[in-house]
Each structure stands twice: as C-alpha cells, then as structure tokens.
C-alpha cells in the first residue's frame, strides 16, 4: 500500500456542472444502511496489519462507486442519466493500490430495458473512463506497472471490467474494442447464458458448457492480453474455459461448495482446473455468509485445497488505512449495505424467510471443513493460524501479502505479469 494517499479532493465529473450539464442525484453515505464498529487492536496486531499492507494490495472485484440514497425512487433514472459516479473518497480511505471494478454489471442498462447491451456496455466503460482521466489521485488501469505506479505515487489504479461477455454477441472483434477502451478483464457469462457458454443460473436440464464461439473468444482475449473470468459461469462453462485458455484464468468472487456454500459455491474441481491454469481465485465477501468467521474458514479451505498462491481475496470492504485510524481497524462495506461483523440476523433477499445467523446454511460447511482437516495429512500448503480476521486471527503474514498482490511470489502478481500487457 502506498504509505500516502495524494487524494486532490476530486469529485465524480467535477469538469461538468452538475444539474446543468447532467442531472443530479443525492448519492448514499458511506456508512448507509448500517452502524459502523471500531474492532480494537492491540499494538501487536497494529503492528501486524502495518506489515500487511506494506505491499502492493489490490481487490479483484468491487463495484467502485456509489448509488443513489432513495434507490427505490431514483436508482433506475440515475443509471439512464449514464454517469455512473465513482467512490474516489471512499477509495481514498483503503489501503487499496488497485481496484478490480465490475461496473453496473447486470444494471447495465442506460440504454436497453434488460441491460448487457453493446451501447449499454461501451457507454458506460468510456464514461467513466472519461471521468477517470480527469482524476489526480484515481486513474485507469492499463498495464501491470500502473498498478506500482500507484503503490509509488500514492494513488489508486483502477482496472475496468465487465462480468459477462454478452454485449460482443457475436463479434469477436468487439473484444479489441472493450481492450482499447481500457478492459482488462471480462467475465464470459453472467448468470444468464450468451453466446459464448451456459450461466451459472441458466442451467436447463444439463449444463452445456463453452460454445464453439465461446473457446474462440477465450482465445482472442488470450491473445489481446485481456483476463478472463469463470465468475458466474456455469460448472461446465468454467471447466472448459481452464481447458482452452493459454493463460491463467480469474474467478474473481467465490465461495466453497465444500465448506458448505450449496448451490452458490464452486466445486472443488473448479478451484482446481483454475488453479491448473496457474489462475486466481478470489473469496466473496458478502452477506452470503453471516460473520468474517465463517469467511475465513472458506479461505483456509481453498487454500488446503489449491494452494496460497492461487487465492486472493475479493473484499467487498476495504480495510482503512492504518494510520488514518492508529487504533483501530474499520471495515467499509461494499455499497454501504452489508456487514463484514456478525449481525445478529442475517440479511434476506425478497421473499426469502427470516434466518438467523445459526441457521444460515454456510455455517454448515463447519463440520465438514472440520472433518476434512482431520482425514487429511498436511501436505505443505494449509496456513498456520486462521481464523476469525484478516489480521487478529489470520493465515501467516508470508503466506497474506502472496495474495494481497505484493511484488514477492504472489499469485496475484504472477497473473498479471501473464495476462495483461
């Protein structure tokens, strides 16, 4: 992390006149929609969260900007008015060098009704591209030395991605064009189906997999130097996606059908075809699971698994500069909705009924994580110590600065140098 952020105060299209060039909107606090907590740390563990991050640390998936504050009333205009607002505030307050951000991802629709449109996509990467070279501090991410660059310079390098491929439908030339606009990464499927393979929620009967189009695509985002996600894809999508790419494959936000994730989680023969292809995967952290206990339990699992230099994580909050708060440690959510402490009742999706947090089906991945480390010999990849926090009760410092994306031999490092030019 660079020790000092060079944050100029700039604001989202601040070389415009707000409610005269574009409309405005009031966007949603930092803390919105729940109580923030100071978790105390002790001088040791202040000491240790220093070390972490004085290394180059990256997130591989945020949505790196902000909503409006009545979602419900103006959530649908704000993404029509095309001027998507990123977070340079917020981002200001990590100790983030670089930033995975997937866009609107399925909100993609400025221009379309169901979204994942070419003039949907296009419009929105380029915007905020825009928006980005008009920035001091925050700036677009075209190569693995900006990403130093920012560590050096005290500034954020942000990577522009898209989740899903469906917007080149059946234009492979599309992929150079999103390249030159600045995309780094693509998902090939939302959790809808498209040209190129099955989505993860799109399986009727049998899964699929990559279509004939699909391999093509992987290979021309290979050959142009753009990443390639499974995120979302369906089982088969991803195997034959690690099948057919010549570089190292993302999942940029997973959780462990193992550890007791369900129908959400990846198999292991996932991970491990990923992993094969000398690829990343990174943890979710959502209110998928109910407390940072059980997160950290799916990331000692995929480590047992596949080894520390193929996992990172994927925040969803960013932990504040430490010395911005000497004392103490502060995890911002992702959107200002979900909670990285244990809520004592777990956040639901519409219809879904009242659980609490001991009947969240996650927490039954506990036994089993259990029973596998007790049937299984250590085979020199598990880390030392995990357990409830990244920083009182986690893996070993070697093993979190290879993921954190730091110069050593982290996995992070390694697939950029492979995938991006």
């Known amino acids: 992390m660079g020790a000092d952020k060079q944050y100029d105060g700039y604001q989202p299209y601040d070389y415009l006149r707000g409610g005269e060039d574009y ?9 919105a929609g729940f109580e923030p907590r100071e978790l105390p740390l002790s001088e040791e ?3 240790r969260v220093a070390e972490l991050t004085e290394g180059t640390v990256l997130s591989l998936h945020e949505h790196a900007f902000q909503f409006p504050a009545d979602i419900d009333e103006d959530l649908f205009d704000y993404i029509r008015e095309g001027r998507i ?5 917020f981002l200001a307050e990590t100790s983030l060098d670089a930033v995975f951000d997937m866009q609107l991802d399925g909100l993609s629709s400025v221009h379309s009704l169901h979204g994942w449109k070419w003039d949907d996509i296009s419009h929105e990467v380029s915007m905020r591209a825009c928006d980005l070279i008009h920035s001091e501090y925050a700036f677009q991410c075209r190569s693995v030395d900006d990403i130093h660059r920012a560590r050096e310079e005290g500034k954020i390098a942000v990577v522009q991605c898209v989740e899903s491929a469906a917007m ?10 999103l390249y030159g606009m600045g995309v780094r990464s693509m998902g090939i499927t939302y959790n809808t189906s498209n040209a190129l393979g099955t989505g993860g929620g799109d399986i009727h009967e049998r899964d699929g997999g990559l279509t004939g189009f699909g391999a093509r695509a992987v290979g021309r985002m290979n050959d142009v130097g753009m990443a390639v996600s499974v995120s979302h894809a369906s089982p088969q999508t991803s195997l034959d996606v690690c099948e057919v790419s010549e570089k190292p494959v993302f999942d940029t936000h997973a959780l462990a059908k193992g550890a007791g994730m369900g129908a959400r989680g990846t198999s292991d023969e996932v991970f491990e075809a990923i992993a094969d292809t000398g690829g990343v995967v990174g943890l979710l952290s959502s209110t998928h699971l109910p407390d940072i206990e059980t997160y950290m339990e799916h990331f000692e699992y995929v480590v047992e698994l596949i080894g520390i230099d193929h996992v990172a994580f994927r925040a969803g909050r960013a932990l504040r500069r430490p010395h911005r708060t000497p004392a103490r440690a502060l995890l911002v959510p992702r959107h200002g909705t979900a909670r990285v402490n244990a809520p004592e009742r777990v956040r639901r999706r519409p219809g879904e009924p009242d659980r609490g947090v001991a009947e969240h089906p996650a927490l039954a991945g506990r036994e089993r994580l259990q029973r596998r480390r007790n049937s299984k010999s250590a085979r020199g990849k598990r880390p030392g110590d ?12 070697r093993s979190l600065r290879g993921f954190s994306g730091s110069q050593g031999p982290g996995a ?5 140098t492979a995938t991006i030019s």
């Open 23 to 31: 409309r405005d909107f009031e966007l949603t606090s930092k803390t």
């Open 45 to 47: 563990e202040e000491s």
């Open 85 to 89: 607002h990123t977070a340079y505030e």
């Open 168 to 177: 080149i439908e059946n234009e492979l030339d599309r992929i150079e064009q």
């Open 386 to 397: 995990a357990g409830t926090g990244l920083v009182t009760r986690s893996p070993r410092v």
């Open 412 to 416: 992070s490092h390694v697939i950029w």
